[in-house]
């Protein structure tokens, strides 16, 4: 479970780091490569949402998935992953 929860939040901050600022990715790697996982996934989604971009339909369900039944911070909304908006 913990390789296949790293594995595709690797490759979520892989796919958008490149809309969020240098210093945002730079946060994003280093929670990542500290194992704070669902950290980077969560701060990703919110990156997205506030900037408005879109994310593919795939990726927002992968979203949905790493986001559900991890302990949300009180400061996101828990349908952060919802609020992604797509490419569709």
């Known amino acids: 479970m ?3 929860y790293r594995e595709k ?3 979520l901050i892989g796919r958008y780091e490149a ?4 210093d945002f990715a730079g946060f994003l790697r280093r929670a ?3 194992g704070e ?3 980077a996934a969560t701060e990703l989604a919110c990156a997205l949402v506030n900037a408005e971009s879109a ?3 795939a990726d927002k369900e992968l979203f949905k998935e790493l986001l559900t ?10 349908d952060i992953a919802d609020r ?3 490419t569709d």
């Open 69 to 78: 039944g991890i302990s949300i911070p009180p400061d996101v909304p828990s």
């Open 55 to 57: 994310v593919s339909p």
């Open 9 to 11: 939040t690797g490759f």
């Open 84 to 86: 992604l908006t797509t």
């Open 2 to 4: 913990a390789v296949r």
């Open 32 to 34: 990542f490569a500290a």
């Open 19 to 22: 809309r969020v600022s240098a």
């Open 37 to 39: 996982w669902s950290l």
